[in-house]
């Protein structure tokens, strides 16, 4: 019905960058919102970035001024991550809010996760 298909994780040195990249695909009507989540080992998944349709922007403060999100059509969001610290190291999830054609309801769909690892 809706797929989140991730792509962009790896095994990159403290300091170094990295880009994630997701697109969704499916009986899409509308998506509200598309992002980004994590869960380190032992911790819950906790909010990493997140954009809406509108545009507004919301970042976790662990990664404000590091991490970038960014839309370039209403399917496809990316995660540009600079200034990797080794606290970073987690699965990334890539995460929508959307209407199907088939649905009148909103839902939340996530992606299969990608492993960042960040090496001190």
Do not use: H
């Not at 990249?21 to 911790?43: D, E, H, L």
């Amino acid at each position: 019905q809706v797929q989140l298909v991730e792509s962009g994780g790896g095994l990159v040195q403290a300091g170094g960058s990295l880009r994630l990249s997701c697109v969704a695909s499916g009986t899409i009507f509308s998506i509200n919102a598309m992002g980004w989540y994590r869960q380190a080992p032992g911790k819950q998944r906790e909010l990493v970035a997140t954009v809406t349709s509108g545009g507004s922007i919301n970042y976790a403060d662990s990664v404000k001024g590091r991490f970038t999100i960014s839309r370039d059509n209403a399917k496809t969001v990316y995660l540009q991550m600079n200034s990797l610290k080794s606290e970073d190291t987690a699965v990334y999830y890539c995460y929508t809010n959307l209407r199907t054609v088939i649905s009148a309801f909103n839902t939340n769909y996530w992606g299969q996760g990608t492993q960042v690892t960040v090496s001190s």
